[in-house]
């Protein structure tokens, strides 16, 4: 079942904070999170995989609930650089597969 | 160093024609797949390979066969092509099965289809 993603678009200034969610009906085994820029293929920014885990690089981050049912990605301080299409992909148990979310679309503007 | 290279980059041609798509990854993994990213940019698995061997066939339509000759090569050859074969379709690896949900994968940069 594909996981939610919301916002569907967001639209920031440079130097301003995102947040991007992204939901499932099932207690999930892993999230990722990928970027896509226009025209490019996805890169990996980061996986988790315990609940109330939260980890991060540079100045992108994750979190992952509890339940193990949402995860947010947390932009901070946006840069032009972060332009692109965000998608999570949730694994659940028992099948090893990763399932993609509708994509969260972001536009930094200077 | 590319570590997932496909060919071709774009691929034209109209409908009812046979064409295939290659995957070549140098990363040592054992695991590949294909997805289609359509239109609306939902990203969605065909399949996957681990060392060779079949093991995520989705709903797919049985035009599209995939083949992997040894484990760094996987690809797709699609008969009779569709109109709504239309489509980027990325070719990705990871290091080993079940780790497909613990560990990155890794894309190709994308062939885009356009069937006329």
């Known amino acids: 079942q594909q996981p939610v993603q919301s916002p569907q678009a967001v639209i920031l200034r440079e130097g301003e904070d995102a947040v991007i969610n992204c939901s499932s009906s099932?207690?999930?085994?892993?999230v990722h999170w990928y970027r896509q820029k226009h025209g490019e293929a996805p890169v990996f920014l980061m996986i988790l995989l315990k609940g109330g885990e939260q980890k991060g690089h540079e100045k992108i981050s994750a979190s992952f609930n509890e339940k193990k049912q949402q995860s947010s990605l947390y932009l901070t301080a946006s840069q032009l650089s972060y332009s692109g299409t965000y998608f999570c992909?949730?694994?659940?148990?028992?099948?090893?597969?990763?399932?993609f979310g509708t994509g969260t679309r972001l536009t930094i503007i200077p | 160093d590319t570590a997932v290279s496909q060919t071709p980059k774009y691929l034209v041609t109209q409908m009812g024609n046979d064409k295939s798509i290659k995957c070549e990854q140098n990363l040592g993994h054992d695991t590949m797949y294909w997805y289609k990213q359509d239109s609306k940019k939902f990203l969605k698995i065909m399949f996957s390979?681990?060392?060779?061997?079949?093991?995520i066939n989705e709903t797919v339509p049985n035009r599209f066969s995939p083949k992997s000759p040894d484990k760094a090569h996987l690809n797709l050859h699609i008969n009779s092509l569709e109109l709504g074969d239309s489509a980027v379709y990325f070719c990705?690896?990871?290091?080993?099965?079940?780790?497909?949900?613990?560990?990155?994968?890794?894309f190709g940069p994308g062939t885009r289809l356009t069937v006329l």
């Open positions: 992909g949730t694994a659940i148990f028992g099948n090893e597969k990763l399932t």
């Open positions: 990705a690896s990871s290091q080993e099965w079940g780790g497909s949900t613990y560990n990155e994968q890794f």
């Open positions: 390979y681990n060392n060779k061997e079949l093991i």
């Open positions: 099932k207690a999930l085994y892993s």
